[in-house]
């Protein structure tokens, strides 16, 4: 499943890495969200030439969380074994998909997939999951830090119809994230830490991605200490009362107890209190770690 939007210029290159994928059938269900450049019109081209692609276009422009989960949504979908997101203007390895499928191997139940990704850019490429591999230790920090990319992710048709069992009005979390947090709660998540099949290209213009290293500057640390005045822009605790209203008592430990914990945070002073002092939402900096704190005490989450 593509989402796309004003993505012609590296769209040719990856509909062919998809399409290319070894050992597996492969059909491309890409949605266009209003572009306004020719990408609309290159897809329906792509298209004419090779049956393998189904290419649609909104009526209006939803954004990339809503254009990707309508298409996990939609009737269409069913009948598939496995499920993966792509991105406009990556570059797919040729067993990105026999790989995954190979991990996932005969698991039973909603089972979703992620490996690491090398993003690049016209200086140099490095790991996506690097900073972030005793995180791992930690699934409860996806409820207010998403780490694994959607363009890794494959799925079972398992979870495919857990996520069509609720079909939430708005995603206050990006797509994958969601889908990472359905499986966290509902299923199960097989980690592929030790491999990448992507290459991501960083441009600038990346939904997700970014061509900053981990390290803090003075400057950073100053602008997210005045970004807490504000609450999250993502709202990890309007995710967790949405999890918690749609999946209740299914939702398995330990993320049970913390999504209800952050559901209701702002209880109390007490409560925040609380939630400030958790070791489960883990961060790779300290910055990130005191941010974390910061956010429960001032009611940010």
Request: proline residues 3%; negative net charge; hydrophobic residues 40%.
């Amino acid at each position: 499943m593509m989402a796309t939007y004003n993505g012609s210029q590296y769209l040719v290159e990856q509909v062919r890495s998809i399409l290319a994928q070894q050992d597996v059938e492969v059909v491309l269900r890409v949605c266009d969200d209003r572009s306004t450049d020719n990408t609309y019109a290159l897809l329906q081209e792509l298209a004419d030439k090779d049956p393998r692609m189904i290419v649609s276009q909104n009526q209006d422009n939803v954004g990339v969380a809503q254009n990707f989960m309508q298409m996990v949504f939609e009737p269409g979908g069913a009948g598939f074994d496995f499920y993966a997101f792509a991105d406009q203007d990556d570059i797919w390895l040729p067993n990105k998909l026999s790989h995954a499928i190979g991990m996932l191997g005969g698991a039973e139940g909603p089972t979703l997939y992620y490996s690491d990704v090398t993003n690049f850019d016209q200086n140099r490429e490095w790991s996506d999951l690097s900073p972030y591999r005793k995180i791992v230790e930690h699934p409860t920090t996806l409820l207010v830090r998403g780490w694994a990319a959607g363009c890794t992710m494959v799925f079972n048709r398992e979870l495919r119809e857990v996520l069509c069992l609720h079909k939430p009005d708005t995603f206050f979390r990006i797509h994958d994230v969601w889908v990472h947090l359905v499986a966290r709660c509902c299923g199960q998540v097989v980690e592929d830490l030790d491999h990448s099949f992507i290459r991501r290209r960083i441009t600038g213009h990346n939904v997700a991605g970014e061509l900053k290293d981990h390290h803090t500057s003075i400057a950073q640390a100053a602008s997210d200490l005045g970004n807490l005045r504000n609450e999250a822009e993502h709202a990890p605790s309007k995710v967790a009362q949405q999890l918690e209203e749609e999946f209740g008592d299914g939702i398995k430990a330990p993320f049970g107890e913390a999504v209800h914990m952050l559901a209701h945070y702002r209880a109390s002073t007490r409560t925040r209190i609380l939630a400030a002092m958790r070791f489960d939402f883990w961060q790779p900096t300290l910055r990130g770690r005191l941010t974390v704190r910061l956010c429960f005490l001032l009611g940010r989450y």
